[in-house]
């Protein structure tokens, strides 16, 4: 059962960042704030969850030390059956090939997986 604080904490992440955890990554989020807790000297998740409601520059610095630690090894690209295989027969040769000719990459990932297979378009 996921505590009613983290709970909100969850809610607030996912209204102001767009992420989602799953049940299976709570212990995860919980393990990231609880050190980000102690960084601060905090010592209840009430505490720190005001800290991220707050409108001062203080919250608004701590959206941008928490957001990176959340999201940080967090990858859905290659999970995706299409998506991997388009990008190891489409996206990745067309990009080393440019790459080659121009240094430069011409285009980016998501715009080249929309155009090759568009159910994978957000939405």
Known sequence: MVPVVL????????????????????????NTLKERMKQLK?????????????????????????????TIGESFFSV??????????????KLYKEKKSKKKYPFGVPVVLREKNPTLSPS
């Open 7 to 30: 709970e909100g904490i969850q809610k607030l992440i996912t209204k102001k960042t767009g992420l989602v955890f799953s049940e299976s990554k709570i212990d995860i989020l919980e």
């Open 42 to 70: 905090l010592s209840s998740l009430e505490g720190y969850y005001n800290l991220l409601l707050s409108a001062e520059p203080e919250g608004e610095a701590e959206w941008e030390q928490l957001y990176p630690l959340i």
């Open 80 to 93: 995706i059956k299409a998506s991997f295989s388009c990008s190891n027969k489409e996206f990745f040769p």
